[in-house]
Structures are given as C-alpha cells and as structure tokens.
C-alpha cells in the first residue's frame, strides 16, 4: 500500500511555470508507477503523464505537447510535475496516482493523493 500527498498547486498567470510534488510513503514506494491526472469543473477525468517505476519510461496525455515533465526521486520516495507555459485551460485540481501495473496507471490507478488546486489567470 502507499500513500500520496500533492503539493505546489496555487493561482499563477498564463505563460507562468508551476511544479507539482506528490510525496509518497510505504516501503514499496519504487515498485509503483506513478500518475498524474486532473479534473476540471465540469470535465471528465484527465490523464497528465505517468512515469515507470525506476523514471525510464514516461507517458504524456496529448495536449500536454511538451509543456509539462514528470519526474522522480525514489531515495525520497518524491514525484514531480514541472509545467511550463500554462494555458488558462489548464486549470484543474491535479492529483498524484498509484499503481503496481502498467496496464492501469493511466486509466484507473489503485491509489490516490487528495489532490493540489492549480488556477492560470488569462
């Protein structure tokens, strides 16, 4: 089992840049793949990017278009969201996800983080 806590969300201006934190616990912090994800009122779910257990293999969702990175830090069992050029659009509450398989971590992940509000002012 882990447990996730995002950090680092707040109200930045279009163009700014933001980095996200999902700080996980449990010992098995490193097995898992780690997800972004957000919502946005009145809006479905979204995939942001995922990262493989040890960071060699990331994913991002397409209108990502290389704005935002995803990294980690397994010593510090840490995940990382840098965004760059935010858009007014990408206004959402983000959430850091868990999971041990592949197949679901960028679809519906076992665990959850709270989730950390992001607003861009136009």
């Known amino acids: 089992q882990v447990e996730l806590v995002e950090s680092g969300g707040g109200l930045v201006q279009t163009g700014d840049s933001l980095r996200l934190a999902c700080a996980g616990s449990g010992r098995t912090f490193g097995s898992y793949l780690i997800g972004w994800f957000r919502r946005a009122p009145g809006k479905e779910r979204e995939f942001v990017a995922s990262i493989s257990e040890y960071g060699d293999r990331t994913n991002y969702g397409e209108f990502v278009k290389g704005r935002f990175t995803i990294s980690r830090d397994n010593q510090n069992q840490m995940v990382y969201l840098q965004m760059n050029m935010l858009k007014h659009e990408d206004t959402a509450k983000y959430y850091c996800?868990?999971?041990?398989?592949?197949?679901?971590?960028?679809?519906?992940?076992?665990?959850w983080g709270p989730g950390t509000q992001v607003t861009v002012s136009s």
């Open positions: 996800a868990a999971d041990l398989s592949s197949r679901w971590i960028r679809t519906n992940p076992t665990y």
